[in-house]
């Protein structure tokens, strides 16, 4: 078995036995370092013909010590996996910079060097593994951006498809151990990425374990595109996920009852990544890292988790925090679900006798 393979065979094992930590918000920590234009444009890109400030994820080419020391800020803290620096490495999303044709190159050092750092911090006892991130895009698959033609749509299914698989493959290849499609408001853009590993797996003889993680838009309780949490999961639970949850989206407080709705259907692992709270009239995460590790201790003791991180506004602290609320907690069980047809719109429907 290859080391991936051995990797990916230590992982499985190790969700059986407890509660896996992922890391928190990449964007928080590089917002800490407030850079400027020219940080952002290194010496590489400093003739390049549109701003770059902003494009968090250019980082791995022109700031790559700094995202790596990241990385091990979060490992150092108690994650079990971090995740790679390629949340808008699309070609969707890189088009606002100019940059699509550095999309490959951008995927795979993302990867690197996620994995160089966690590879520094991996012992015999507690072993560190790499998710390369898929978000969503900036455009909808769903929903037409334009109200006047409700008809209309931004991208479509096969433009998503090629896009996901491009960063895909660069995931891959820079060493990631699981896939993370995360931040998910529309559920087709999920099914491009759903279907561009599934195609890529089966041409690389290979299959990662993949998390699908959607996000809340609001106290509605349902994602952008309108499902709620239990049709989220019936939409993708063909693609048999590794680990289905929830990410950003609210605060902790307030995403409980929509992780619990999960963790009563899914037969999958249970993933939660929530925000450091709601932001303020400034935009600011002031939750603390004592009062995130709280909730989510407790949803932890509740049985409702597998793996448990932070998204916007968490830091190290958070992360080291939640790592402690969690050490010892047994890990959810899946569910054993009856065979029986289920269907989902916005809404959930299971076909009874």
């Not at 998910?184 to 699908?212: C, G, H, Q, S, Y």
């Not at 992780?259 to 929530?274: F, G, M, Q």
Request: contains cysteine.
């Amino acid at each position: 078995m290859s080391k991936q393979g051995d990797r990916i065979a230590a992982l499985k094992a190790i969700t059986t036995e407890r509660i896996l930590v992922l890391d928190g918000a990449m964007g928080t920590m590089i917002q800490a370092h407030d850079l400027d234009e020219t940080g952002f444009r290194g010496a590489r890109f400093v003739d390049h013909p549109c701003d770059l400030k902003g494009d968090n994820d250019l980082l791995v080419l022109t700031q790559p010590a700094l995202i790596e020391a990241i990385h091990r800020d979060f490992l150092a803290a108690g994650a079990d996996i971090v995740t790679a620096n390629s949340f808008n490495t699309s070609s969707i999303s890189q088009a606002d910079y100019k940059l699509e044709s550095n999309v490959a190159e951008m995927a795979h050092e993302a990867a690197r060097l996620a994995r160089v750092a966690a590879d520094a911090m991996t012992t015999a006892v507690k072993p560190r593994f790499v998710a390369g991130a898929l978000g969503p895009t900036n455009k909808t698959c769903s929903i037409s951006p334009d109200v006047s033609s409700p008809g209309f749509r931004a991208v479509n299914f096969d433009d998503l498809r090629l896009a996901y698989r491009d960063v895909a493959i660069g995931l891959i290849e820079g060493g990631s151990d699981l896939i993370l499609i995360e931040t998910v408001f529309d559920t087709l853009n999920a099914k491009a990425a759903l279907f561009a590993l599934d195609e890529l797996f089966d041409e690389m003889a290979l299959r990662l374990p993949v998390i699908v993680s959607a996000t809340i838009s609001d106290r509605s309780g349902r994602t952008l595109s309108g499902q709620t949490p239990e049709a989220f999961y019936i939409s993708v639970n063909h693609a048999e996920p590794f680990a289905v949850g929830l990410n950003c989206s609210l605060g902790a407080d307030q995403l409980r009852p929509y992780v619990a709705a999960l963790a009563d259907i899914a037969d999958c692992l249970i993933s939660a990544y929530p925000n450091a709270g709601l932001p303020d009239a400034l935009g600011e995460y002031t939750e603390t890292p004592e009062e995130t590790a709280a909730h989510l201790g407790e949803w932890a003791r509740a049985g409702l988790l597998n793996l448990v991180g932070g998204c916007c506004g968490t830091t190290p602290a958070h992360i080291r925090a939640i790592a402690e609320a969690v050490e010892g907690v047994p890990p959810r069980r899946p569910v054993t679900r009856a065979p029986r047809l289920w269907l989902s719109g916005l809404e959930p429907l299971e076909v009874r006798p």
